[in-house]
């Protein structure tokens, strides 16, 4: 009877960990009404490296007084152009102007008619709301911030296009910011400035626009309403690559600290859809949730007392972000070409590691080669873990950052595959795949437990220019940590008896599914849903047997139990702190939810056709299905020997396919798992096929070797099984005095 339960009580088990992650949310400390009047000031192209206290004194002092953060300026065309940042300030979401602008960000003329010299009129703004709406995947309507107050004041072309309402009209404009504004900024309770641009090459030049940016900003400090609150963003890229730009709030109730919003959950950062809804939120009006994708921006402690010190972090994240374009492609191009000649290096290794008796067999491959191979898929398994721990060192402060990079990734990969060789138990079966997988674990689950400070800009981790992820686990990540668990739970599971392996397996994984899942660490509801789809399969099939239907069926019924369970308690909470799943739903419920489907679907396309990690997932599963899963592979008879390793496999499979299709990232998940499993699972099929001859004692039954507390797995603690289909030898220790046979 408990032997039926079992199944029953670890679904429970496994819905209680994923709800409990998923269910507790940080207070982000929603903002309240705090001023009359709100001035956004913007100047495209201004970053962290233009400010000074010599050159810009004005946005230096404000600096000192208010909140900074760095900006990801992400519109929904890329780069973000001057035209298009000033859209997606004035939409709350990602928008982007008419036509295309290949090259770069070419000067984009902005038609401003004024017809009875009070407003203004943008007779082109139907038409790029109209483009927004039907041919973008945002659902954006430029003007939403405008339309959400009484009144607005525009001064120069690119405000002109924040300001604007749906049908175009800007209610007050001037050209030019006038000698005395004050006037002017004090007509209505939201005035949007357009100070310049700063987009020069040439240092000088540079400096010289930064220095008139910030004269044109201390005539709207000096003439600010009473009761205001002054935002400062560099509203746009001038040129590709992307970059980061200056965040800057001053006002009642924003002095010191570093700039946040609960969009990107990481102190010090912001987005530029987050200054519309942070704008609104200052004035006490209701937000538009339907349009807005941005946050209110609050702010937090801990930022240094000394401005240079502070000001220091959010100039180098944008080195290390534009670091991290540059080196991140060809680090996986890299990383795929090489387990690809791993692939086929191996394949020749596996047809001739089975020992076959008699004098006409093949020769047998030298053992010096065959462990210099070893050596290697343990390196190449090690490659993104060593990768993620080698932005622990500034690399990206280098004249040369990628062969900085390449230094330090190589130095972390030698070092962990000797930790491997050496560590207790390598020449075991199982020893390198239980060792590989503890190290890449250990890993990425320090790194989450830290704060992830090692995949923010990291070169495998997430970019703060893409603006998709700013805190918790990353795609890549989430791919490493899957597999790591996974292979972590069914390596210590099969150490055990065979009724306690599911216990394990639970135990381990679904701890990682906490982290995953958990808004305080991995920030993952999407991955902890998967994962725990993925730990169900692994309890199911652990102790033996294959996934039958009433297993399958019981995994998928835990799935399912984590997502509604998670979905009524995101549902219930304020529209403003819900999660990317409850947003969805609320979504289907006023009839929006296709546009995050038609998102989901147009980004599991893009990454599916550009990542270099589909190509790591597709030749994976090649070398799995062509090659390791044949007869002469070895991973089958790896599989009959190791039921909890078999079982791990299938989990991460399962998992990491569920956590980029629904993640919208297509293969990558499964391509950083694969990168992991892959190369282990070759190594330990090869090892198995070596010890496929061994004819030894039976296993007494006592746990804590690797084949298992029970004997009828056909191991023993040498990882020997029997030497085939319907074979009556019994493995236990290789090289055993006398070896003895059963009928």
């Not at 207070?27 to 495209?44: E, H, Q, T």
């Not at 390196?379 to 062969?403: E, I, K, Q, S």
């Not at 994976?620 to 044949?630: D, F, Y």
Request: proline content about 7%.
């Amino acid at each position: 009877m408990l032997r039926r339960l079992t199944p029953v009580l670890l679904t429970l088990v496994v819905v209680a960990l994923g709800i409990t992650a998923l269910a507790a949310r940080p207070d982000d400390g929603g903002p309240r009404r705090s001023a009359d009047f709100v001035v956004l000031v913007g100047a495209a192209g201004l970053r962290w490296d233009d400010v000074d206290p010599q050159n810009t004194p004005t946005l230096w002092r404000m600096a000192e007084q208010g909140a900074i953060g760095s900006l990801s300026v992400r519109s929904a065309h890329r780069p973000t152009c001057p035209v298009d940042g000033w859209l997606t300030l004035g939409a709350g979401n990602f928008a982007a102007w008419n036509g295309s602008r290949p090259g770069g960000c070419p000067a984009t003329g902005v038609t401003v008619e004024q017809p009875d010299g009070i407003g203004a009129n943008l007779p082109d703004q139907p038409g790029v709301v109209a483009h927004n709406q039907e041919k973008l995947a945002w659902g954006a309507v430029p003007g939403a911030l405008a339309e959400s107050v009484r009144c607005s004041v525009a001064v120069g072309p690119g405000a002109a296009v924040a300001a604007a309402r749906p049908f175009g009209r800007v209610d007050r404009y001037e050209p030019a910011l006038p000698d005395d504004p004050a006037e002017l900024l004090g007509s209505c309770v939201l005035s949007i400035v357009d100070v310049g641009t700063v987009d020069d090459d040439d240092p000088a030049v540079r400096a010289a626009q930064a220095r008139q940016a910030d004269a044109r900003l201390a005539r709207v400090l000096a003439a600010r309403p009473p009761r205001s609150l002054v935002l400062v963003a560099g509203v746009s890229d001038t040129d590709t690559p992307a970059r980061l730009h200056v965040a800057v709030a001053d006002g009642p109730g924003w002095d010191g600290g570093w700039l946040t919003s609960p969009s990107t959950a990481r102190a010090g950062y912001l987005q530029l859809v987050d200054l519309a809804p942070t704008a609104l939120a200052a004035l006490g009006r209701p937000m538009p949730e339907r349009l807005f994708l941005g946050r209110p921006a609050v702010t937090v402690d801990d930022r240094p007392d000394d401005l240079p010190d502070a000001i220091t972090a959010p100039a180098d994240a944008d080195r290390e972000a534009a670091a991290q374009r540059r080196v991140a492609g060809w680090f996986f191009t890299l990383l795929a070409a090489a387990q690809m000649a791993l692939a086929v290096a191996v394949l020749p290794l596996l047809r001739r590691a089975r020992r076959l008796a008699g004098p006409h067999g093949p020769e047998p491959v030298s053992r010096r080669v065959v462990a210099v191979v070893e050596l290697l898929l343990v390196a190449a398994a090690l490659a993104v873990p060593a990768a993620l721990l080698a932005d622990a060192v500034p690399w990206w402060r280098g004249t040369h950052a990628g062969w900085w990079f390449a230094s330090v990734t190589a130095l972390l990969i030698v070092g962990g595959t000797a930790l491997v060789r050496f560590a207790p138990g390598h020449d075991r079966t199982l020893g390198p795949l239980g060792a590989v997988a503890g190290l890449a674990t250990l890993v990425v689950g320090v790194d989450v437990l830290t704060g992830s400070r090692l995949q923010l800009n990291g070169v495998v981790g997430y970019s703060a220019l893409e603006g998709g992820r700013y805190a918790g686990l990353g795609t890549v990540g989430l791919g490493v940590f899957i597999a790591g668990s996974l292979l972590c739970g069914g390596w210590l599971a099969q150490r055990v008896r065979r009724t306690w392996r599911p216990t394990v397996m639970v135990a381990v994984a679904g701890t990682a599914v906490v982290i995953v899942g958990s808004p305080y660490l991995g920030a993952d509801s999407i991955g902890a849903i998967a994962l725990t789809a993925g730990v169900s399969v692994a309890a199911a099939i652990c102790g033996g047997g294959w996934l039958t239907v009433s297993r399958l069926a019981w995994a998928t019924m835990a799935g399912l139990a984590v997502t509604i369970g998670f979905a009524l308690v995101d549902l219930g909470r304020p529209a403003a702190e819900r999660g990317s799943l409850g947003r969805f739903l609320a979504a289907l419920g006023d009839g929006t939810g296709g546009l995050t489907v038609h998102r989901s679907s147009t980004s599991n396309f893009q990454t599916l056709v550009n990542s270099p990690l589909t190509v790591l997932a597709l030749a994976g599963a090649a070398l799995v299905w062509l090659a390791l899963l044949q007869p002469w592979g070895g991973l089958m008879r790896l599989f009959g020997i190791y039921p909890a390793i078999r079982a791990a496999m299938a989990g991460t499979g399962v998992a990491a396919g569920l956590g980029g299709v629904l993640g919208g990232s297509a293969l990558d998940v499964a391509g950083a798992a694969g990168a992991l499993v892959v190369p282990m699972a070759a190594l330990a099929a090869l090892r198995v096929l070596d010890h496929s001859t061994d004819r030894t004692l039976p296993d007494s039954g006592r746990p804590g070797g690797e084949g298992g507390a029970a004997s009828s797995d056909g191991s023993g603690p040498g990882g020997a099984g029997p030497a085939g289909p319907g074979a009556t030898a019994v493995a236990t220790a290789p090289g055993a005095a006398t070896p003895t046979h059963r009928s």
